[in-house]
């Protein structure tokens, strides 16, 4: 196989493009394409600052890398979750993160669960859920309300995730299999600014995984390669095998599926299924927007865990 470009051997073959390209002409593609996604969903501005949230994945650390390559303002955010289950999840994701914002001289902001919030994500969720089920949903709870909040206190005008193709297929897939109508009008490329909380975007939404793992291998970018150990079993990994063997004989399919669900959702045809939008208002602890009436869903949680450390004698 022969790069497309060059004429030189191909180091990465990407079938549901028909396209073949060599390193140096992949590592070029890849910014490039990033570039035209972050153009054509109008994400973010040349001059606008942005904060990535990073994992110690390939997908976020590729993002951070790329967004620099192209010249944007682009700090990191580390979330420690404590996961340090068999492989030390949580220690070794920081390690990389810090080794990746060190080697470029890049700014990483790092917030720890346990010292920030008195407990590490999986007593949280032992506390919260008394030990029913795993801590996948008090994990996204904790990582939505931190990510907004350093967002929104460290003036940063965009919050970018290393969502890819794989991600938002799987998420599709399964809203679509229940016809969650309000999920699917709110799943985008961008979702804009509201009061109290911050953009949020994911330039990667267009990329398989594999081309992510083919960049951040060629870009000499060192990642974590095992999944968070609670993911193991998961539904999300369930459908993305399920979309995979799709892809297998169907090369494109993954990205014509995201791609016409976004031109329906464009053209208005999810609109009926929107339910009304919540009245929202500052949570009196944190400050952050909620619909109910008392503390905000993370700041009940955190409450709880807190008397649950110190009962009463």
């Given at each position: 196989m022969k790069c497309k470009k060059c004429g030189s051997k191909a180091s990465v073959n990407m079938r549901q493009h028909k396209l073949a390209l060599c390193k140096d002409h992949f590592l070029e593609w890849i910014p490039e394409q990033?570039?035209?996604?972050?153009?054509?969903?109008?994400?973010?501005?040349?001059?606008?600052?942005?904060?990535?949230?990073?994992?110690?994945?390939?997908?976020?650390?590729?993002?951070?890398?790329?967004?620099?390559?192209?010249?944007?303002?682009?700090?990191?955010?580390?979330?420690?979750?404590?996961i340090d289950e068999g492989i030390g999840y949580s220690t070794e994701s920081h390690r990389l993160c810090e080794k990746f914002a060190s080697e470029r001289g890049l700014k990483l902001h790092v917030v720890d669960v346990a010292?920030?919030?008195?407990?590490?994500?999986?007593?949280l969720a032992e506390i919260s859920h008394r030990g029913?089920?795993?801590?996948?949903?008090?994990?996204?709870?904790?990582k939505r309300h931190i990510m907004?909040?350093?967002?929104?206190?460290?003036?940063?005008?965009?919050?970018?995730?290393?969502?890819?193709?794989?991600?938002?297929?799987?998420?599709?897939?399964?809203?679509?299999?229940?016809?969650?109508?309000?999920?699917?009008?709110?799943?985008?490329?961008v979702l804009p600014e509201t009061p109290g909380l911050a953009r949020k975007v994911k330039p990667l939404c267009r990329f398989y995984e594999r081309e992510m793992a083919s960049y951040a291998?060629?870009?000499?970018?060192?990642?974590?390669?095992?999944?968070c150990p609670f993911a193991q079993g998961s539904t999300s990994i369930y459908y993305k095998e399920l979309l995979n063997k799709l892809e297998t004989d169907k090369p494109g399919s993954k990205l014509t599926f995201y791609l016409r669900f976004l031109e329906a959702r464009e053209s208005g045809l999810f609109a009926a299924t929107k339910e009304s939008a919540p009245n929202?208002?500052?949570?009196?602890?944190?400050?952050?927007?909620?619909?109910?009436?008392?503390?905000?869903?993370?700041?009940?949680?955190?409450e709880k865990a807190k008397v649950a450390s110190n009962p009463l004698p």
């Open positions: 990033t570039e035209r996604f972050i153009k054509k969903y109008d994400m973010f501005r040349r001059e606008q600052k942005i904060l990535v949230a990073v994992s110690g994945g390939k997908d976020s650390l590729s993002l951070w890398d790329i967004l620099t390559r192209l010249g944007y303002q682009a700090d990191g955010l580390y979330i420690g979750l404590g010292q920030e919030y008195g407990q590490p994500i999986p007593v029913q089920g795993k801590p996948c949903a008090v994990c996204g709870l904790a907004n909040r350093i967002a929104r206190d460290l003036g940063y005008d965009v919050l970018a995730t290393g969502h890819n193709l794989d991600d938002e297929a799987a998420v599709l897939f399964g809203n679509t299999l229940q016809w969650a109508g309000n999920f699917l009008v709110r799943q985008s490329p291998i060629l870009r000499g970018i060192e990642y974590i390669y095992e999944e929202l208002h500052p949570c009196p602890n944190c400050g952050q927007p909620t619909s109910t009436d008392d503390f905000c869903s993370f700041c009940r949680m955190i």
